[in-house]
């Protein structure tokens, strides 16, 4: 099996052979088919091929549907990474809420160029010891 080989078109290759094994009197019986097809695999299925080798009363039958059940698993992972890019794809657009400084839309807060010339100038608050706090008490004493 050439890697990339959609494992429908490999197993369909291997019962052509597996025939035309019968056809010339060599017939194979299905523990040696099985043999010869998981050894036929590539890297992709190695995984998959070494559980299947490794279960007990293995068929034949049971391999081709395990392998072609792992064919489609390989297909809808290559969906969601596709979904996964379009995700990307769409994050790019840019930010349309409203910034928290100027007020304006189309940009936050953290890239606000009004919001950094004011550093710049020295007219924002950096740092907690730049704020100014007033505790006051309103009400009545009810001390003597």
Do not use: W
Not at 27 to 56: A, C, F, K
Not at 115 to 136: C, H, I, L, N, P
Request: hydrophobic share 30%.
């Amino acid at each position: 099996m050439e890697s990339g080989t959609r494992f429908a078109v490999h197993a369909g290759q291997f019962k052509e052979t597996v025939l035309q094994m019968e056809t010339i009197g060599e017939p194979l019986d299905e523990t040696r088919q099985l043999v010869l097809l998981l050894g036929s695999l590539t890297d992709e299925y190695r995984m998959i091929s070494t559980v299947l080798e490794n279960t007990p009363n293995m068929t034949l039958a049971y391999a081709i549907q395990a392998l072609s059940g792992v064919d489609a698993s390989d297909e809808s992972s290559s969906a969601q990474q596709k979904a996964f890019v379009a995700k990307k794809s769409y994050d790019k657009r840019g930010f349309n809420g409203k910034c928290f400084y100027c007020k304006k839309t189309g940009h936050k807060a953290t890239e606000c160029r009004k919001k950094k010339a004011d550093e710049e100038r020295g007219q924002v608050a950096r740092e907690t010891s730049d704020y100014a706090f007033t505790a006051t008490t309103f009400g009545t004493s009810s001390c003597p």
